[in-house]
């Protein structure tokens, strides 16, 4: 199983057209056809205008194979992508391994906080037992969603996916309550 990660930095004022159009043009179009979709947020702190979504393939031969079936789509490349093109300013893609499967939280209506670490050559693996071997104690303070490490895009990366109730809770678990 393979991930890819999607980050758009949209132009100023241009989330919620996005959105939209990803609601009523885009989803239509692919459903779970040309990868399924994990998941999908948008930033409210950090680096504004920002959309994340992950889609989910077995391996990159069915991603290619679903990304040619996707451009033959009508309404795809030439309905939906010249007026999403006009909203982003940059797109950035990583295809990543899980390394456990995704969790959501049962409730929904959650703050989600995605945390991307660089390791020095070599060192992925020793971080990821470390973390995996601390995480039950880390859990007691927030939910890990999602753990991945890089396979194309930028090498020795891990990332990972907190779910918070709020911001509240998120300061809580950093201040290790």
Known sequence: MLHEIRTYTLLPGKVAEYLRLAEEVSLPIRGNNAG???G??????GE??????????KDL???????????AQPGWVDAYNPQVDKLVYRR???????????????????LYELRVYRTHPGKV?????LFKRYL????RHSKLVGLWQ???GEMNEITLLWAYRDLNARAAARAGV
Not at 40 to 45: A, D, G, M, P, V
């Open 125 to 129: 693996t020793p971080w990821l037992d």
């Open 36 to 38: 399924v979709l994990v």
């Open 92 to 110: 950035e893609v990583a295809i990543l391994r899980p390394e456990m499967p995704v969790a959501p939280p049962a409730q929904p209506g959650n």
């Open 61 to 71: 031969e069915e991603r290619q194979r679903q990304r040619v079936w996707l451009r």
């Open 40 to 45: 999908w947020w948008s930033s409210e702190l």
């Open 150 to 152: 890089s396979e194309i």
């Open 136 to 139: 039950p104690v880390r859990e």
């Open 48 to 57: 504004l205008n920002k959309l994340v979504h992950v889609w989910a393939w």
